[in-house]
């Protein structure tokens, strides 16, 4: 693909091609992964966490991920962007989840749009698309709802909460969505859903059984210590590395051997 688009996704899919996908917030970080062939760059919510340090995902404010998506597609050549609305942008109603999406298209030039829930968001997400933007869906655990949940843990252990979750799949496939993430669900729960629809399920600790996956740049490349979940593997220690690299420098310029002579004018 030269260029990737919501459809080639669903291609991809109906060609058992895995889908691949990574975080990005800046130009810098979106060039190299937009370069190295990543398939999808989710602009997301969070940049609340890994840029402004935030506890959780909640306070960051859509000018705020307005600023990062603009940034962000000034970068790409082939990646799908997709950004998220963040929390309070579309919950209210219908019409207020437009004009935030419309925002995000028009400010940003991001590709698509991706919310959190299921039945909840039904009408917000139709409207959306009436206009003619891309919507990507987001179940399982939902970061904005953390304080419903009362913690990080895997979800839809129960029937219950795993019979929703399929109706609440199934209904996004309906919608018109042409995507969903899934986080941190059982990975026989998350396979059945993939198998069911055909629209791409793009799974973050949910197995292999989906269709493609999603990690958040910054933990995969180990530039965060504290955050150990058992789905994240670490291609890199960045934290490791930066550490020493920053260590170096502060001796090098107490010690004076930079700058050196070939170093300055
Ligand atoms: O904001 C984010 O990074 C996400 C992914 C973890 C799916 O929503
Ligand atoms: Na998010």
New binding site residues.
Partial sequence: YKRVTVKSLVEMKANKEKIS?L?AYDYTMAKIVDGAGVDVI?V????SN?MAGHET?LPITLDQMIYHASSVIRAIDRALIVV?LPFGSYQSDPKEALRSAIRIMKESGGHAV?L?GGKEVKESIKRILNAGIPVMG?LGLT?QSIYKFGTYTVRAKEEAEAKQLKEDALMLERAGCFAI?L?KVPAKLAKEVAESLTIPI?G?GAGNGVDGQ???THDMLGMTHEFNPRFLRRYLDLYTEMTNAFQQYVADVKSVDFPNDNEQY
């Fill in positions: 996908m975080t989710l997301g919510d969070s940049a890994v995902t998220d991706k959190e987001h970061p993430v986080e793009i973050i999603v990690l958040v």
